[in-house]
């Protein structure tokens, strides 16, 4: 007994690094992540907002709390998070002794003498003593295993509530394009017809009216295309909410609101508030522990064994009734032959915990990225809407001046077509880039890791 103890004592001194517990990497760069043009001193973040604060078109919430509740994608991640959870309950069970019900019986006959009769009913217990952690990592290891399907989860629902979101905007941009081309088209059309009565006055020639008509048709051939994108959007968005396809009811384009100012808080945060950057860690925990289960397969393991129950058999005489039969044993079982290949699983597993170590903090960097891009398209879109805006209001002015002009017959018909045709473009532009403004917000708040709440 003194000599296990002693075996015992020497492997706790060796292995004593089975027992700690996972910390985050010392060398994790979070500097700069957003790059040094985005750099904020601010821990303000509108990752903090909840998605029914942030989206305040109440259409849209309705649409997106149908995608959350029905979404495939959704369920099929509530159902890992349930999967994870029996894996960790499990592997509590590990701390508990196992029992097995075993009974046996048996009839002999020697020499065609009378038949003897033997039974045992044993109830049979095992219990593994965990002095170098083998079970606690396995614990640790399935707890994070749960706690990353629950980050997959709230994973899942960014990308849902954005995704929604994004439809829904591109729908309603779609219908604003839809709406000035067909305003448009209807301009040209009273166009063409005054200029056919102005024709017979000798004002116009029937060249100017058929460039005319051209351009008339090709807005209206535009109108069919900008008819079938919208159907296709209106499908999309019905297979997020795990409905078949149809009309999505949905609000206008010019009534959309979002905060001037976007407060995005330090990179730092990305590390709480992003749940694939929090996915990728508990893989890193995940296999931190597989390393430290590795590890103590090298050194000897402690089992506890006994049994209890009922037998008419001992040694070899008969009894009856049967008596009550007891025994318990202990068992010390080092690895010899197989311990290379158990160092072998160690390198693996080390190599394993590096490897994820590299991608979380990949992860960590694409995230930063991320915020980057969006940032710097909402500036951009910012910036560029006043010009555009501008432009559309010259444009209105030529146009009305052309035609003012038309009617006295001191212009030609180019002069109107290059006026309304510009106008149209900015018109579509300035719509376009609002978009790009509201996509930029989007994205920003689903690179800062909101929609979750």
């Avoid at 994070?144 to 960014?158: C, D, F, L, N, P």
């Avoid at 009565?197 to 351009?215: W, Y």
């Avoid at 209106?234 to 009811?249: A, D, K, M, R």
């Amino acid at each position: 007994m003194k000599k296990i103890i002693v075996i015992f004592a020497a492997v706790s001194m060796v292995s004593c690094g089975v027992w700690k517990p996972y910390s985050r990497p010392e060398e994790l760069r979070t500097d700069e992540l957003f790059g040094s043009r985005f750099e904020s001193d601010d821990s303000v973040t509108i990752a903090t907002i909840g998605w029914q604060e942030f989206f305040n078109d109440t259409l849209l919430q309705r649409h997106i709390e149908t995608g959350i509740e029905n979404n495939a994608d959704m369920n099929i991640a509530r159902l890992s998070i349930k999967q994870a959870e029996s894996a960790l309950k499990s592997a509590r069970l590990a701390y508990v002794p196992s029992f097995s019900f075993s009974p046996e019986g048996a009839v002999s006959s020697f020499d065609t003498r009378k038949a003897s009769q033997v039974y045992s009913i044993p109830v049979v217990a095992s219990w593994e003593i965990d002095i170098l952690g083998r079970q606690t990592n396995a614990k640790r290891r399935s707890k994070a295993a749960y706690e990353q399907s629950i980050e997959y989860r709230k994973a899942v629902q960014t990308w849902l509530v954005t995704t929604i979101a994004n439809h829904y905007y591109t729908l309603l941009m779609l219908d604003e394009q839809y709406r000035i081309s067909s305003q448009t088209a209807l301009s040209w059309k009273q166009s063409i017809e005054t200029m056919r009565l102005m024709k017979e006055a000798g004002m116009f020639t029937e060249a100017a009216i058929a460039q005319s008509e051209a351009n008339y048709l090709s807005i209206e051939a535009s109108l069919l295309d900008l008819r079938e994108s919208i159907i296709q959007i209106e499908n999309s968005l019905s297979l997020l909410l795990f409905q078949t396809p149809g009309t999505v009811e949905r609000g206008t384009f010019q009534r959309q609101e979002f905060p001037d100012c976007l407060a995005y808080g330090v990179p730092v945060q990305l590390l709480a508030n992003r749940p694939d950057v929090r996915n990728a860690e508990y893989e890193l925990v995940q296999a931190y522990y597989q390393t430290a289960e590795a590890r103590a397969a090298l050194y000897p393991s402690l089992v506890l064994a006994g049994s209890a129950g009922w037998t008419n058999s001992v040694g070899s005489t008969i009894l009856n009734p049967g008596k009550l039969l007891l025994s318990a044993a202990a068992g010390l079982t080092q690895p010899v032959f197989n311990r290379r290949l158990n160092r072998s699983q160690l390198e693996i597993a080390k190599a394993a915990q590096e490897q994820t170590a590299i991608r979380f903090q990949q992860t960590l960097l694409d995230a930063g990225a991320e915020v980057n891009e969006a940032l710097t398209r909402y500036q951009t879109a910012r910036d560029k809407e006043p010009f555009i805006d501008r432009q559309v209001e010259s444009l209105q002015t030529a146009v009305r001046s052309t035609e003012l002009l038309m009617t006295h017959g001191s212009t030609t018909y180019l002069e109107i077509l290059t006026a309304q045709q510009a106008l149209l473009g900015a018109q579509l532009d300035e719509v376009g880039n609002r978009f790009d403004r509201i996509q930029s917000i989007i994205s920003l708040y689903h690179a800062l890791g909101g929609g979750t709440h």
